[in-house]
């Protein structure tokens, strides 16, 4: 079975950093998009941050450029989302998931759209 496992947030103060890891089972990372989205409460599904192996393509949201940096792990086919500068609205649920038909950015962009494999959330609680 395909599993995603997100870990790694938590409560930090604005300015603060957080690192999430997403630690896929049952694919290679090599023929997907992995992306990580956020929903705050009341709020829609946003694409943060994507990428796929196969065309070295990144994406990033305007809102997180610069802050955040998206990489990963081919031994441990782990997905990480190091964040720095953290600021009270990055605050959300973050979730991980997969694609294989879609690039980084439109798989971001849709935001997610359509993706079978998500991972459990981890909160990130960005305090002013």
């Known amino acids: 079975e395909v599993q995603l496992q997100a870990s790694g947030g938590g409560l930090v103060q604005a300015g603060g950093s957080l690192r999430l890891s997403c630690a896929v089972s049952g694919l290679s990372l090599d023929d997907y998009a992995i992306g990580w989205f956020r929903q705050a409460p009341g709020k829609k599904r946003e694409g943060v941050s994507c990428?796929?192996?196969?065309?070295?393509?990144?994406y990033y949201a305007d809102f997180v450029k610069g802050r955040f940096a998206i990489s990963r792990d081919n031994a441990k086919n782990t997905v990480y989302l190091q964040m720095d500068l953290l600021k009270p609205e990055d605050t959300a649920v973050y979730y991980c998931?997969?694609?294989?038909?879609?690039?980084?950015?439109?798989?971001?962009?849709?935001?997610?759209?359509?993706?079978?494999?998500w991972g459990e959330g981890t909160q990130v609680t960005v305090s002013s």
């Open positions: 998931a997969v694609d294989l038909a879609w690039g980084a950015e439109p798989f971001c962009r849709l935001p997610g759209y359509g993706s079978d494999h």
């Open positions: 990428m796929r192996e196969s065309d070295s393509t990144t």
